[in-house]
């Protein structure tokens, strides 16, 4: 299991709209709709943004919106806001003979 | 509210065995409907998934940690734990507790605050 490819750095204006992309394969993004966005500021633990590629926990704002076409899945964060300043990681199930999925190496998310 | 606690040692020997325990409140291990997970985090890098186990004791691992980690769960005490054997340098990371919303998911849901395990002599 590979990890899922990030970009290292994305950057947006506040107000604007960034879209972060999470690449993987017909094994595990492109394969299942279970693809989650954690949002981690430092050093906290990770929250849980979206689940299940596009839904979104109770308490997260709809600013942020989950998508995926084929192996590439995508975060899009609408009117940024300074707090939004932090790194996003990905995650995907890819188990069907084996339990777990993989990560995505994580995007720094500037807020210039 | 869920919340899980990670507690253990903060530092640990090189060749020594790394045991850290998740306290689960607001919710029980064993209603059955998530798994429970360990997931680290090397300073300043990514997230890496150890392994899970559902409150009935079945596990799953990480196949590049497979052979040094075990986890258990104690249902009485609402606890899920961690041991990783022959520990070395790079194995030094903060490690999380979390909850996993399911088989299919690989999604984790709550969070433990993560305890920062240092292996050195």
């Known amino acids: 299991q590979s990890a899922l490819t990030q970009p290292p750095s994305a950057s947006g204006s506040p107000g604007q709209s960034v879209t972060i992309s999470c690449t993987g394969t017909?094994?595990?993004?492109?394969?299942?709709?279970?693809v989650s966005w954690y949002q981690q500021h430092p050093g906290k633990a990770p929250k849980l943004m979206i689940y299940e590629v596009s839904k979104r926990p109770s308490g997260v704002p709809d600013r942020f919106f989950g998508s995926k076409s084929g192996n590439t899945a995508s975060l899009t964060v609408s009117g940024l806001q300074a707090e939004d300043e932090a790194d996003y990681y990905c995650t995907s199930y890819a188990g069907s003979n084996n339990f777990g999925g993989v990560f995505g190496g994580g995007t720094k998310l500037t807020v210039l | 509210q869920v919340q899980l606690q990670e507690s253990g040692p903060g530092l640990v020997k090189p060749s020594q065995t790394l045991s850290l325990t998740c306290t689960v409140s607001g919710g029980s291990i064993s209603s059955g409907d998530y798994y429970w997970s360990w997931i680290r985090q090397h300073p300043g890098k990514g997230l890496e998934w150890i392994g899970d186990?559902?409150?009935?004791?079945?596990?799953y691992y990480n196949p590049s940690l497979k052979s040094r980690v075990t986890i258990s769960v104690d249902t009485s005490k609402n606890q899920f734990s961690l041991k990783l054997n022959s520990v070395t340098a790079a194995d030094t990371a903060v490690y999380y507790c979390?909850?996993?919303?399911?088989?299919?998911?690989?999604?984790?849901?709550?969070w433990g605050q993560g305890t920062l395990v240092t292996v050195s002599s």
């Open positions: 979390a909850r996993d919303r399911g088989y299919y998911e690989f999604s984790f849901d709550y």
């Open positions: 017909s094994s595990d993004v492109g394969g299942y709709d279970y």
């Open positions: 186990i559902y409150y009935s004791g079945s596990t």
